[in-house]
Nanobody
């Protein structure tokens, strides 16, 4: 079992930055990938970014390329999402998810068995 806790959400003006954190506990040595998904009101949850636990791959949705950076510190069992140049449409609840499966389908939610509780990101004009 893996437990995930997100933090770092909040209110930010458009154009600003936030850094989200996801801290894992439990069987962290079994984690293959960690991903960030987000869900805005009235919309389906969507893929944002993913990173392999080994650090040899990082992936992004087209909508955040060049603005978001995902990173991890294995010693802290943590994954971070640095979000810059935030737009109104980035406002959502952001979820951290982890999988023990080695899969190339890192953007597929069904591949992730472990989820955090989510952290709210609000972007104002």
């Amino acid at each position: 079992q893996v437990q995930l806790v997100e933090s770092g959400g909040g209110l930010v003006q458009a154009g600003g930055s936030l850094r989200l954190s996801c801290t894992a506990s439990g069987r962290t040595f079994s984690i293959s990938n960690v991903a960030w998904f987000r869900q805005a009101p009235g919309k389906e949850r969507e893929f944002v970014s993913a990173i392999s636990w080994s650090g040899d791959g990082a992936y992004y949705a087209d909508s955040v390329v060049g603005r978001f950076i995902v990173s991890r510190v294995n010693a802290k069992s943590s994954v971070y999402l640095q979000m810059s140049s935030l737009k109104l449409e980035d406002a959502a609840v952001y979820y951290c998810a982890a999988t023990m499966r080695s899969t190339p389908f890192y953007a597929t939610q069904l591949n992730y068995a472990y989820w955090g509780q989510g952290t709210q990101v609000t972007v104002s004009q």
